[in-house]
């Protein structure tokens, strides 16, 4: 398939991309291109302009600063997977940049693009989530910022507005253990369920923890938003086990791939494996 047609132009600054994206009707933003030209060629998307931001440096790689990762919108998954920073500070974050596609979508796919996409089965999304990090945002009235869990509204939809563009993530250094597991789809590799969580263990007694899926559900599940009642427990295999079997999930996903009531099933294991693998590692 072929795309239609459409003009192009190529931002040089994140500035230049917002002012663009003020000046062009019907305009979208290009980074690696691996959601957006599928969606070109299928004709589900069909803007009259693409801005390539794709080679603006000053919205790629990643610092740590002030208890914090950030993370440039456009640093790319492989770029995650292999920063020895995010693998020592947030070590959920590179293991599921690491899971993401293949190396070809790797190589070329943004944190930038992998959330402003919004994509249910994305990998990114349910990590993001239960770190607690932050999407920084530029739009025509300047900087603003938005926490990942009130960052994804719904089915490809988030709090991103028309003219903004993501500057960068802000993930806070874990002081904590986590994990994420997912089971993918044989060929894509995106998740049919995904599983992030994080368990801080303080003298044999669990202080916090977070648990997060993706692919359940049309947008980012917090299993537990008002706290985890593994808090307080010792966080052995009968507490998590109670832990994860009380969590409700309404709505879930069913399509050709997987029912909604198999990802349930789904959800309540890998959920639990998650929370002891970062209970392990805590
Ligand atoms: C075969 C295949 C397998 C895949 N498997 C997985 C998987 O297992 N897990 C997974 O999570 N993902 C998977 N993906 C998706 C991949 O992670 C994409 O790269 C990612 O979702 C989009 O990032 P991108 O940089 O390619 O964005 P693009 O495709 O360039 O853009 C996607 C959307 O985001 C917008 N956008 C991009 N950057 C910004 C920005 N900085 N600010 C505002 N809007 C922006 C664009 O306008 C567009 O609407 C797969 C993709 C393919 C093709």
Redo the contacts with the bound molecule.
């Keep these: 398939m072929y795309p239609a047609e459409f003009d192009y132009v190529r931002a040089t600054s ?1 500035q230049e ?1 917002v002012d663009l994206l003020a000046q062009h009707d019907d305009a ?12 070109l060629k299928l004709r589900l ?1 069909h803007p009259a302009t693409l ?1 390539d ?2 080679r603006i440096g000053e ?1 790629r790689g990643i610092c740590e600063k002030e208890g914090a990762l950030r993370i440039g ?2 640093t ?2 492989d770029e995650i997977d292999r920063s020895s920073l995010v693998r020592e500070k947030c070590a959920f974050l590179a293991e ?1 940049a690491g ?4 190396p ?3 190589n ?10 919004a ?1 249910p ?5 349910a990590v993001l989530v239960a770190a607690g990090a932050t999407v920084h ?1 530029l739009g025509p009235n300047g900087p603003r910022s938005v926490a990942a869990a009130d960052f994804f509204t719904g089915l490809l939809t988030t709090a ?1 507005a028309p003219g ?4 960068e993530v802000e993930v806070p250094v874990l002081d904590a253990g986590s994990a994420y597991l ?1 089971v ?2 044989p ?5 049919v369920c995904g599983a992030a969580a994080v368990v801080k263990m303080e003298n044999g007694a669990c202080t916090a923890a977070s648990l997060c899926f ?1 692919g359940v559900t049309a947008v980012v599940l917090d299993a537990c938003p008002d706290g985890c009642s593994l808090v307080g427990t010792t966080a052995d295999d009968a507490a998590i086990g109670a832990a994860v079997d009380a969590v409700k999930i309404a709505d879930p996903m069913g399509d050709i791939h997987a029912s909604g009531e198999y990802r349930v099933v789904l959800a309540h294991a890998y959920g639990k494996r998650a929370l002891k693998a970062a209970r392990d590692r805590a």
């Design positions: 994140a991309a979208v933003l290009l980074a690696g291109g691996h959601s957006l030209v599928p969606m998307a801005i931001i794709g919205i919108a456009l790319t998954h599921a899971k993401i596609g293949d070809q979508v790797r070329k796919g943004t944190i930038g693009g992998n959330i402003a996409h994509d089965a994305s990998d990114l999304p945002l991103k903004e563009i993501i500057t997912k993918e789809h060929a894509s590799g995106y998740a993706n």
